[in-house]
């Protein structure tokens, strides 16, 4: 699959020029695709597989911070929407399926608070997969700081043996420290914002949640709010994934985030 990645400047009230990063694979349907922690090598075969699947434009920006990319230091997860948000502007998108994992599911449901309160909406659909973002008191996220990669991967993953991480060079060791300090700012040790969860039900654009049953990093409980804290929103389990489900099970992702984007526009042209 071919792909261009650019870096663009943008404008954005109440953080101010910027640069973004971001790669856009294929044409037609387009689709915003956040990374978590694990940084844009998390999504980029996944990129890959959505964009040859059909008519699709896939955009994966890198957030701010990540591969060594420069970041504001006032930068939050809230502004990184209000940042995600101008970048489909300026790139003259409308009908955007959004799709975050992680931090990324986080950002994700930031930006479809903020896009289901204003007129000029231009996100359609939201795919939440394994997001962070919630405080849920009962199935606390682990400080993922204090953990060895071993320990994050016997978390994260159904095979866990099968994506355990070597860094081997001391380039990727070093690039690998620059996302967790990047993944630190953001997120913090909770990776939660305790405000999100009685923000949600003002969301009201479809959205659907979807888990792997193996992920320990953020379990499943926190799915199951996000599902029943949005209006309307789907929820579906992954038998044989974890926190990374579009690492371990590409194809059934796939498919259900096309199988719900293709519903809801037929549900929303019988509406009308």
Partial sequence: M???????TLSVDGVGSLPVTFTERGSGQPFLLLHGGAGPLSVAGFADQLASSGPARVITPVH?????????????????????SQLIRDLGLTGVCVIGNSIGGWIAAELAVAESAVADRRV???????????QIDAAPIPDF??????????????????????????????????????????????????????RIPSIT????????????MVPSEHGQAYAGGIPGARFRLIADAGHLPQL?????????????VSDQAIASNYAT
């Fill in 64 to 84: 701010p911070g990540f591969d060594g990319t420069p970041r504001l230091k006032e930068l939050t997860i809230g502004s990184l929407a209000a940042v995600y």
């Fill in 124 to 134: 359609s659909w939201v795919v939440l997969v394994d997001a962070a973002g919630l």
């Fill in 248 to 260: 371990e099970t590409p194809v059934e992702l796939m498919t259900a985030v096309r199988d719900f």
């Fill in 205 to 216: 654009i479809p959205t659907l949640v979807i888990w792997g049953a193996a992920d320990r």
């Fill in 2 to 8: 071919t792909s261009s990645t650019t870096t663009q």
């Fill in 145 to 198: 700081f204090a953990l060895t990669m071993d320990q994050v991967a016997d978390l994260s993953y159904f095979r866990p043996e099968a994506f355990r991480i070597d860094p081997v060079t001391d380039e990727r060791k070093a690039a690998l420290a620059r996302n967790r300090a990047a993944l630190a700012a953001y997120g913090g040790t909770a990776m939660a914002d305790p405000t999100l969860l009685d």
